[in-house]
């Protein structure tokens, strides 16, 4: 038996959820995946799928013998592709997660140039502004803004992300423009964001030489993620306080209004994070490299 390949075919299978797009992907016939799951059944001792003529699923050992061996084909890949010859010119695929914003608006729309450069490369990207257990959802590495207060992760940081406070023509016609941050207490309404998984609402902060203030007035609607957070600034449902760079094209159309712009919050540092174990990486490094470059090309560093 050819235990390497059974267990590659073991793997397809239940990503595929069927014998027959699981021959299509490995280009084999459905006869041989078959006998393979049969010899590794038969080496393994134990049931891996049940099969029915209209589904498959994991037994419970089967659950357990994906989980552990999808990590092990994994770095048995990775090892390979970090020695080979052609290093410069890494395959495989890279599991990515970042917010919907960071995503849509900065790293897919340069993505042809990474894909260009590394076309044996696979992307898949998680689009969440939810916090990502890397090992336990299997991620390779995320992007996400704020300090990394994980001691056993690795950290570097590809830049700075300034913050502008701004608001609707239209919400300004109707409730005055504030000159002071502490307007925003009493006269106005605000846009908020809160975190995924801990609700915790995102302070709204202003900085002016040493003075610092922290605003927490009244809402309407707060939202934990960022595309929906500039869809309810944007329908002028109060004033918010976001990334320059994803209103940026509304400041400069005047569907926005920018705000305070003396009192400036500190800018937002901006993380790719990964496990120790994706340090050597040759698909995680060149991925940070074209990500810093990204940055400075954009006068985000």
Known sequence: MDYFMAVRVFLQVVEAGSFVKAAQTLDLPRNTVTKHLQSLEAHLRVKLLNRTTRRISLTNDGTAYYERMVRVLDQWQEAESDLMSAQARPHGRLRVDMGSTMATMLVLPALAEFQARYPELQLDIGVSDRPVDLLGDRVDCVIRGGPVTDPSLIARQLGSLAFVTCATPAYLAANGTPVHPSDLESDHQLVRYFFAGSNRRRPVEFVKGEERIT???RYLVAVNDSNA???????????????????????????????????SPEPNPIYIVYSPNRHLSARVRVFVEWLVALFEAKGMR
């Open 229 to 263: 957070y500039l869809a309810a600034g944007l329908a002028g449902l109060g004033v918010m306080q976001t990334l320059a760079f994803i209103v940026k094209p509304h400041l400069e159309s005047g569907a926005l209004v920018p705000l305070l712009e003396e009192w």
């Open 215 to 217: 605003v927490d007035g």
